[in-house]
Nanobody
Framework: VQLQASGGGSVQAGGSLRLTCKAV????????MAWYRQAPGQERELVAS???????DFHDSVRGRFTISRDNVRRTVFLQADSLKPEDTGVYYC?????????WGQGTQVTVSS
């Protein structure tokens, strides 16, 4: 399984970014996909997830500002991050599981300046 994440960058507070993660080697339409983030010196935390049926869930800190969606034909999951805040800064990782194992993308840096 390979997860190829992209779309990070540097923005000012209030700006937007769209993260993309393409999955290879997994039956994409059958798996839950998620985005995690890790800020310097902090533990990795779940930001958003989406089930194979399209049901999404969000960390309270991003609810109403972030949207997660998926395209099963392109085997891609998206994270639309709007109204970004400095505390959203971190490395964002795409995640899925297969056969009880965790798989992570390489991470994409998001930096939000005030």
């Amino acid at each position: 399984v390979q997860l190829q994440a992209s779309g990070g960058g540097s923005v000012q507070a209030g700006g937007s970014l769209r993260l993309t993660c393409k999955a290879v080697g997994v039956n994409f339409s059958l798996v839950r996909m998620a985005w995690y983030r890790q800020a310097p010196g902090q533990e990795r935390e779940l930001v958003a997830s989406i089930t194979r049926d399209g049901v999404s869930d969000f960390h309270d800190s991003v609810r109403g500002r972030f949207t997660i969606s998926r395209d099963n034909v392109r085997r891609t999951v998206f994270l639309q991050a709007d109204s970004l805040k400095p505390e959203d800064t971190g490395v964002y990782y795409c995640h899925t599981t297969r056969g009880g194992r965790d798989f992570w993308g390489q991470g994409t840096q998001v930096t939000v300046s005030s």
